[in-house]
């Protein structure tokens, strides 16, 4: 241990507990979830050891910079998970207030589970005698219910989309008006609907149910108070690093999955030979390319992009294989990656202030880094197929990128088809 005061990490082997369900039994009202869509790793954490926020604008190597040297005198082990908002420069809108322009905590209690390992963790500052005695006061308060909770029935009232049908055809005139001045080459241009039921939501059970619709995903959540959390199912890494070595990934051009074998070979098809998406999937793969060649020290990618499939939707993709130069960290990493062609557009600036002028809503952390941090490890995803739960209200964000053969009722399909899971998840409830 450091000098330092630390987190100190104590973990114990454990049997038989679905992390998912655990959490949902436990009282804290700050709660996290993270998991792998290859099932190598899964956690479930409950409470705050430490937590790192702020709802002022921040530079990602200043924020990172301070994570890793809170890490450096703890415990091995001790991970922060969080995210940022897509854009630290908008006013945050209410219901994004409490999740602040960036937040990474480190849970007090975890349940995690590595390949077939299923351990329990505390997590705990080390101020003495004074930190043990909380810690075992907390534990005494951990449930270790087997059951599952069962989520009640609700009762869709209204669906509301911003901007609405009409209004997205106009935007997207507009947005196709300004390519032709030749500077903006892309936008990504996104979607609220917000969905209210008879009752407040239990967004811990719309997560498992999530889950199991879209097993192969990066999952997450985070709740900083009860009844409202961000949740997600995305296919998108930003980056995964272990030491120097890196990997990410180019995701964007999309069809929805077919109904019959044939159909869906039938779309696949038609997203390999379309111009338009592969030309979208190249400007995320180009930057991807360009920023990381000047980050590695060696780099390798697929030479074509190949489709990459989830439950409702597939996609374009291509796999990036890296040695970082040892000056890099990750918050150069997140400074440089964020935001990708695929969420924002290109050239970045204009199409950052083109979405600043045209979305009717705040995007708060939709499209934004969300992951965690450890000693020598790292890993986020771009927080899209994302759902934000208020009380009452489901708000789900989807977008889709604008290039200058874009038809507008068809990108308005394709929002529909990257929200389906959520759509058939409620429609079951």
């Not at 804290?28 to 705050?48: I, L, N």
């Not at 854009?87 to 999740?99: E, L, Y």
């Not at 009860?226 to 964007?252: C, M, Q, W």
Request: net charge positive.
């Amino acid at each position: 241990m450091s000098k330092n005061k630390g987190i100190v990490r104590f973990e114990i082997p454990v049997t038989d507990i679905n992390p998912l369900d655990w959490l949902a039994w436990q009282d804290q009202a700050f709660k996290t979830y993270w998991s792998t869509g290859d099932g190598q790793f899964e956690m479930a954490g409950a409470g705050t050891a430490d937590l790192i926020s702020g709802d002022e604008s921040f530079q990602f190597k200043t924020l990172l910079d301070r994570i890793h040297k809170n890490l450096a005198a703890s415990s091995t082990g001790v991970r922060y998970y969080g995210g940022t908002r897509f854009d630290g420069k908008q006013k945050a809108g209410t219901s994004w207030q409490r999740f602040g322009a960036y937040a990474f905590v480190v849970p007090q209690f975890e349940v995690v589970r590595r390949k077939d390992e299923l351990r329990f963790a505390c997590n705990f500052r080390n101020n003495g005698e004074n930190g043990f005695q909380k810690i075992q006061s907390a534990l005494q308060k951990i449930r270790f219910e087997h059951t599952e909770k069962r989520p009640k029935e609700i009762i869709l009232i209204d669906r509301k989309d911003l901007p609405a049908k009409i209004d997205w055809v106009k935007d997207i005139k507009r947005a196709l008006r300004e390519f032709n001045s030749g500077k903006l080459q892309k936008v990504v241009l996104a979607r609220k609907s917000v969905f209210r039921f008879s009752q407040n939501l239990e967004p811990l059970s719309l997560l498992k149910a999530l889950k199991n619709a879209n097993p192969r995903a990066f999952h997450f959540y985070f709740q900083p108070e009860n009844k409202l959390a961000f949740l997600g199912a995305t296919p998108e890494r930003l980056y995964h690093r272990l030491g120097r070595e890196i990997r990410s990934d180019a995701v964007a051009g999309t069809r929805p999955r077919g109904k019959t074998a044939q159909e869906d070979a039938h779309f696949r098809h038609e997203l390999l030979s379309s111009d338009k998406d592969r030309r979208e999937h190249e400007f995320v793969f180009q930057w991807v390319r360009d920023v990381l060649t000047k980050m590695c020290e060696t780099l390798q990618f697929d030479s074509k992009a190949t489709i990459i499939q989830q439950p409702a939707v597939q996609h374009l993709h291509r796999h990036f294989n890296g040695v970082l130069r040892e000056s890099i960290s990750d918050g150069d990493l997140l400074a440089g990656l964020h935001p990708t062609p695929a969420v924002g557009g290109f050239p970045t600036k204009l199409a950052m202030e083109n979405i600043a002028r045209n979305e009717p809503f705040d995007r708060g952390w939709y499209a934004g880094p969300v992951g965690w941090i450890g000693h020598d490890e790292a890993e986020f995803a771009v927080a899209i197929r994302s759902g934000l739960v208020d009380g009452a209200r489901l708000s789900l964000f989807s977008g889709a990128g604008i290039v200058p053969e874009s038809n507008p009722l068809s990108e308005w399909d394709e929002i529909e088809s990257k929200i389906s899971n959520f759509l058939i998840i409620m429609n079951r409830h």
